[in-house]
T-cell receptor
Framework: AQSVTQLGSHVSVSEGALVLLRCNYS??????LFWYVQYPNQGLQLLLK??????LVKGINGFEAEFKKSETSFHLTKPSAHMSDAAEYFC????????????FGKGNQVVVIP | NAGVTQTPKFQVLKTGQSMTLQCAQD?????MYWYRQDPGMGLRLIYY???????DKGEVPNGYNVSRLNKREFSLRLESAAPSQTSVYFC??????????FGSGTRLTVV
């Protein structure tokens, strides 16, 4: 079974500082990896995804993530936090093979401090 | 606009009542999913349907049933609602390739 670990349910970051959200995955087959963002009382919006092409993936709103197979990681970064980045972020794993279920981590609630 | 449509958006039930959450997609996707979201738990898979005519249990299926009515529609039924089923429910679909599309969610409160 595939799974994702996100540590630190709440993450505080100062405006203008680096945003780093960690995601480690477990998968017995080559994974597809995703980061989603959820703003208060809204649905899920795809930030970026890795599907076995380039290991450095660029997404929307200035976010990017790097797939590191040796570390089974897919950490999300943004060089400079904006107030509008305050939201909950979810890492998720799936695969091309099997039933394609999407397994989510528990999420990181990001708070941006002015 | 193409996408996944969930109804209703909000619902309050009394313990023991039943209800069906509706989900429809217009992207001709084969696979459909039902998730529940609870604080600090992320999204957990309740049931999924890999194709029309098939359904399978996910991570937290107890207390729920599903029906894949046709390729477009995948409904989730609570036969006897319990307070533990208070949650936000999301439907999603996936076609060929790697993209998942989520609905806007149903916020359910069981009192």
């Amino acid at each position: 079974a595939q799974s994702v670990t996100q540590l630190g349910s709440h993450v505080s970051v100062s405006e203008g500082a680096l945003v780093l959200l960690r995601c480690n995955y477990s998968s017995s087959v080559p994974p597809y990896l995703f980061w989603y963002v959820q703003y208060p009382n809204q649905g899920l919006q795809l930030l970026l995804k890795y599907t076995s092409a380039a290991t450095l993936v660029k997404g929307i709103n200035g976010f990017e993530a790097e797939f590191k197979k040796s570390e089974t990681s897919f950490h999300l970064t943004k060089p400079s936090a904006h107030m509008s980045d305050a939201a909950e972020y979810f890492c998720a794993v799936s695969s091309y093979y099997g039933n394609n279920r999407l397994a989510f981590g528990k999420g990181n609630q990001v708070v941006v401090i002015p | 606009n193409a996408g996944v449509t969930q109804t209703p958006k909000f619902q309050v039930l009394k313990t023991g009542q039943s209800m069906t959450l509706q989900c429809a997609q217009d992207m001709n996707h084969n696979s459909m999913y039902w998730y529940r979201q609870d604080p600090g738990m992320g999204l957990r898979l309740i049931y999924y349907s890999a194709s029309e005519g098939t359904t399978d249990k996910g991570e937290v299926p107890n207390g729920y049933n599903v029906s894949r009515l046709n390729k477009r529609e995948f409904s989730l039924r609570l036969e006897s609602a319990a307070p533990s089923q208070t949650s936000v429910y999301f439907c999603a679909s996936r076609g060929t390739g790697d993209g998942y599309t989520f609905g806007s969610g149903t916020r359910l409160t069981v009192v």
